[in-house]
């Protein structure tokens, strides 16, 4: 396997562990027999866990944003659509069997002081998302596109938490019918 393979394999692995697992739970022994891979790699490419960490939450944070955009693209024709589209990803994103919660919000409790690195990606992470919410908001015509997608943004995070924590499953259709009404107000002028 070339070395580029290997980071990739690592990387890949972590992520699905650290993800179902949690950070702090999931020890690097586990981490390298899961990914078929010696520590010395590891140490090669990483130099640590928290090297590794913040390898994992880059990579999740380029997938997601161009997933999240390209489905918010996709299921929406108008900019109304497409700003209530997001809790329809969210909907199906809270369905699908293998979700436990969106690893940021973990990221950023398992590595709470706010100058933790892992804690910081987390942020930046959020922050990129309320940039699209924002376009998005911006394209469809909003009167106040930061507001909007400042409100819709914390709907949509106070859906993932409720999915996550509680099991409820109705949170992105709350979360959507709320949104309905501030979108509506934010585009009546």
Request: with cysteine; glycine share 6%.
């Amino acid at each position: 396997m070339a070395e580029s393979q290997r980071r990739a394999q690592l990387i890949e692995t972590a992520l699905r562990l650290f993800y179902r697992h949690g950070f702090h739970a999931t020890g690097i022994d586990k981490l390298l027999a899961e990914a078929g891979i010696a520590k010395m790699t590891l140490y090669k490419h990483f130099g640590s866990k928290d090297a590794l960490i913040l390898a994992c939450l880059a990579e999740r944070d380029r997938l997601f944003r161009a997933w999240f955009e390209s489905e918010i693209d996709r299921r929406g024709k108008t900019g109304r659509d497409r700003l209530l589209a997001v809790f329809d990803i969210l909907e199906a994103w809270f369905k699908s069997r293998d979700f436990h919660g969106c690893i940021f919000i973990n990221a950023a409790a398992e590595h709470a002081p706010a100058e933790d690195p892992a804690h910081q990606a987390a942020s930046a992470h959020k922050r990129e998302v309320r940039r699209i919410l924002e376009r998005v908001a911006n394209e469809a015509g909003a009167d106040d596109p930061t507001r909007l997608a400042g409100q819709i943004h914390m709907l949509m995070e106070g859906a993932t938490v409720l999915a996550q924590v509680v099991g409820e499953a109705s949170a992105a259709a709350e979360g959507r019918r709320a949104a309905s009404a501030l979108i509506d107000a934010a585009l009546a002028d």
